[in-house]
T-cell receptor, first 115, second 114 residues
Framework: KAGVTQTPRYLIKTRGQQVTLSCSPI?????VSWYQQTPGQGLQFLFE???????NKGNFPGRFSGRQFSNSRSEMNVSTLELGDSALYLC??????????????FGPGTRLLVL | AQSVTQPDIHITVSEGASLELRCNYS??????LFWYVQSPGQGLQLLLK??????LVQGIKGFEAEFKRSQSSFNLRKPSVHWSDAAEYFC????????????FGKGTRLHILP
């Protein structure tokens, strides 16, 4: 079974631009969560989508948004990029049923550098 | 609010030695607890998780962790480390519904001496 894939793997943008990151979950998984990882703040939860609906949201400004398509693929968008948005963005997929057997599987991440 | 504390930022052990990584959490109810490992340039891999039941949890790669409610701890252990265990380890707590929103600790970087 193929794992979680994220594209692109690396990205360089300049301040003020916007960026879209993509995540394809494991086949059959309906939940996709996004995390930001930085050296200073560590791993922080951005949001979770389940069946095309945002089900959970972390404490990030409105510049960070996402969506999920009917095939469970998810995109994350960051508008008006700031230097502090430079980070590794990880997505994770799961069935989303929140039972004890649930496990989140993480992708390799997209490393974003904002200049 | 939930929080996770990993008191050790870096730990160095010799290959073949035993390992214990500390994790303390703050959560009002019975937590869902996880340990993840991240190798350089890689995503996170789940080592083990605790939801309920037996407080000693076995994971992959020879790791185990023990949930101690009285100490609010979930320490990760391995009896004999291998050079390939060098990585960053994250303890995490999940909200009540499961693991769709996870709060991570800051991580412990493990260094292995040959």
């Amino acid at each position: 079974k193929a794992g979680v894939t994220q594209t692109p793997r690396y990205l360089i943008k300049t301040r003020g631009q916007q960026v879209t990151l993509s995540c394809s979950p494991i086949s059959g998984h309906r939940s996709v969560s996004w995390y930001q990882q930085t050296p200073g703040q560590g791993l922080q939860f951005l949001f979770e989508y389940f069946s095309e609906t945002q089900r959970n949201k972390g404490n990030f400004p409105g510049r960070f948004s996402g969506r999920q398509f009917s095939n469970s693929r998810s995109e994350m968008n960051v508008s008006t990029l700031e230097l502090g948005d430079s980070a590794l963005y990880l997505c994770a997929s799961s069935h989303g049923t929140s039972g004890p057997q649930e496990t989140q599987y993480f992708g390799p991440g997209t490393r974003l550098l904002v200049l | 609010a939930q929080s996770v504390t990993q008191p050790d930022i870096h730990i160095t052990v010799s290959e073949g030695a035993s390992l214990e990584l500390r994790c303390n959490y703050s959560y009002g109810a019975t937590p869902y607890l996880f340990w993840y490992v991240q190798s350089p340039g890689q995503g996170l891999q789940l080592l083990l998780k605790y939801f309920s039941g037996d407080t000693l949890v076995q994971g992959i790669k020879g790791f185990e962790a023990e949930f101690k409610r009285s100490q609010s701890s979930f320490n990760l252990r391995k009896p004999s480390v291998h050079w390939s265990d060098a990585a960053e380890y994250f303890c995490a707590v999940g909200e009540g519904r499961g693991d769709d929103k996870i709060i991570f600790g800051k991580g412990t970087r493990l260094h292995i001496l040959p």
